[in-house]
């Protein structure tokens, strides 16, 4: 691990951690995890296309992997402390379904387009090849290759700080196409693989990547 110099002030407690953020929590914001679904969470999950899901392994590597699918076909509340969330063709590196496979605590954290709040959900995570619920999960007639079922231990809605810093909805504020290299050249140039760039542009173009997408 890189050496850290002492100028950065590093934190090494919980108590200097707390002295800097200002103290405890409010009440409000100390007191709003559930252990199960509310039904206007329930509402938000099925309105959310888009999660993106954290897990570590036995050790401690940790994850975090953007999941995306049109909003009803990703998430699939079971019941008020279950969820399933659905998983498609993808490159199979499978680095956080392995991380399950030997740690089961995941958290998620699911988005609303346009919306500046989100909704976190951690608990505990299996994976099932088949399910009856599979069906209510297809797009363009493909059913999930597998879905990772969380039993929530807590969920509570994330307030809208961080996007309003950011202002990741509004489009005026977002940098032009051009501001970094293409997906094809970035995987040239820091991958170097075999391919040329001219074949990575098309495996890469979006007309050939929607095909894959399911």
């Known amino acids: 691990m890189a050496q850290i110099s002492t100028t950065h002030a590093e934190i090494t407690s919980e108590a200097e951690l707390r002295e800097v953020l200002g103290g405890l929590p409010s009440k409000r914001a100390a007191t709003k995890d559930r252990s199960r679904l509310h039904p206007l969470q329930i509402e938000w999950?099925?309105?959310?296309?888009?999660?993106?899901?954290?897990?570590?392994?036995a050790d401690g590597t940790c994850d975090?992997?953007?999941?995306?699918?049109?909003?009803?076909?990703?998430?699939?509340?079971?019941?008020?402390?279950?969820?399933?969330?659905?998983?498609?063709?993808?490159?199979?590196?499978?680095?956080?379904?392995?991380?399950?496979?030997?740690?089961p605590?995941?958290?998620?954290l699911a988005l609303v387009p346009g919306r500046e709040d989100t909704l976190r959900v951690n608990g505990r995570a299996r994976l099932v090849r088949d399910a009856p619920f599979f069906d209510e999960l297809a797009v363009r007639g493909k059913r999930p290759i597998l879905a990772m079922i969380v039993e929530i231990d807590q969920v509570f809605s994330h307030c809208q700080k961080a996007f309003m810093r950011s202002r990741l909805w509004q489009p005026g504020t977002w940098p032009g196409g051009d501001v970094m290299p293409s997906v094809a050249q970035l995987c040239k140039i820091v991958q170097d693989p075999e391919e040329t760039l001219e074949e990575l542009e098309a495996y890469y173009a979006p007309e050939h990547y929607q095909s894959l997408l399911y």
């Open 45 to 57: 999950l099925l309105n959310s296309p888009f999660c993106v899901i954290a897990t570590s392994n």
């Open 64 to 103: 975090a992997s953007p999941k995306g699918d049109p909003a009803g076909h990703l998430i699939h509340v079971i019941d008020p402390q279950t969820v399933a969330i659905a998983e498609r063709p993808g490159n199979r590196r499978a680095d956080g379904y392995a991380n399950v496979l030997s740690n």
């Open 105 to 108: 605590h995941v958290g998620i």
